[in-house]
């Protein structure tokens, strides 16, 4: 890859807000969208010889980018073609996740239906958080990922085993050293019409129970029962018997509104009224709004019921 050729495609003091969720952060220092894997490798190589660190671009649904913007060099990843084989997705990983299960749904393939709405996500951003909702995530339908190694610049093939999926996390986001590019994704053979009625209900439920004003989903990862009865057995007894359980945890946002915080707003950035664990720019919000907002959250909840919340959005910047 001529150096030259990169460094020409690199925009410098890139805005960022368009691929942001929340709808705010500064500007990027360097920012390449890479399409191909000659891109990737030239950009990485750009990198190391400038000395500047890489920060990965999926969607932009699950971050909160600082005010000042992001030293360095930031990849949006936008290899979206998405092909059907047989009973195989096979994905760049920044294919859009809806997409990628709307065009499933047209080959009878299911396996991805619990993603409807939620909006903008990657394939490649949704491996490696295990996205995942309604008792279905990411870690159910990965067969393979290909991933490039920003240390070692090389590719690596992994397993599903590999991965080392759980609970919104995998070996990727514990290791932070990967960059996701291609997923092969195994589906079921289902019925069309079936398929679309279960991506109808879901959108319906969505629609329902979740904000419209610009968010990342949900703050804090939903609460381990055998962590919460070690703290709290109490309160732990409390969360079953009210109904407050998510696959097996306890939601967070039942936490959020038992401590009364529904609604609490710091400059533009609100607990959101409709899901607690929501936090929404209502027009004019900060990334250090939400910022205060969250650990203010994360402050209370850990002094009234000895809980430590833990982020499952990402910061980048900070
Ligand atoms: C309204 C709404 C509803 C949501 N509902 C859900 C839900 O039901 N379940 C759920 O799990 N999530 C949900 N989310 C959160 C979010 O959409 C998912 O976590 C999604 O998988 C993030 O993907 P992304 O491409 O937007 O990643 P980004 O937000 O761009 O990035 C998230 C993290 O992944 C890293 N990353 C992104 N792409 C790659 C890559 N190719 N290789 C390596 N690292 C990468 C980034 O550096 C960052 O650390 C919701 C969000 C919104 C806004």
Redesign the pocket.
């Known amino acids: 890859m001529d150096d030259i050729f990169i460094a020409e495609k690199i925009k410098q003091n890139f805005s960022l807000v368009q691929f942001a ?1 929340y709808k705010v952060g500064g500007p990027a220092e360097f920012f390449l969208e890479v399409k191909t894997k000659e891109d990737l490798v030239g950009a990485c190589m750009w990198a190391k010889e400038k000395n500047k660190e890489i ?9 909160l980018i600082c005010d000042q913007g992001i030293k360095g060099l930031v990849l949006k ?1 936008a290899n979206s073609d998405t092909v059907v084989r047989g009973e195989r997705l096979d994905c760049g ?1 920044g294919a859009n ?1 809806n997409r990628a299960m709307y065009l499933a749904a047209g080959a009878e393939l299911s396996g991805l239906e619990w993603s409807a709405g ?5 394939i ?3 491996v ?2 295990n ?3 309604f008792s279905m995530s990411m870690s159910d339908i990965v067969e393979t990922v290909e991933a490039f190694n920003l240390s070692k610049n090389n590719f690596n093939i992994f397993s599903n085993k590999d991965c080392r999926f759980s609970y ?1 996390q995998s070996y ?1 986001s514990d290791k932070n050293d ?3 590019w291609r997923v092969i994704l195994k589906m079921r053979k289902g019925n069309k019409e079936k398929i679309e009625q279960e991506i109808e209900r879901i959108l319906f439920f969505r629609q329902s129970k ?1 904000p419209r004003l610009p ?4 703050v804090f990862k939903n609460i381990d029962l055998e962590y919460l009865e070690s703290v709290n057995k109490n309160l732990s007894e409390e969360a079953i018997s009210s109904g407050a359980m998510k696959d097996g945890r306890v939601a967070a946002g039942w936490l959020v509104d038992l401590a009364g915080l529904k609604g609490k707003k710091i400059g533009g950035a609100k607990v959101s009224l409709e899901h607690a664990n929501f936090i929404v720019n209502t027009g004019n919000a900060t990334a250090e709004d939400i910022f205060k907002l969250i650990n203010i959250i994360k402050n209370e909840i850990k002094i009234r019921f000895k809980v430590e919340l833990k982020e499952e959005i ?1 910061y ?1 910047g900070f």
């Open positions: 969720a920060k990965i671009l999926g969607g932009g649904s699950n971050i990843i990983a996740l939620i909006p903008g996500a990657t490649g951003g949704a490696r958080g996205a995942g909702a919104r990727f990967y960059l996701i979740q968010s990342a989903g949900s990402q980048i």
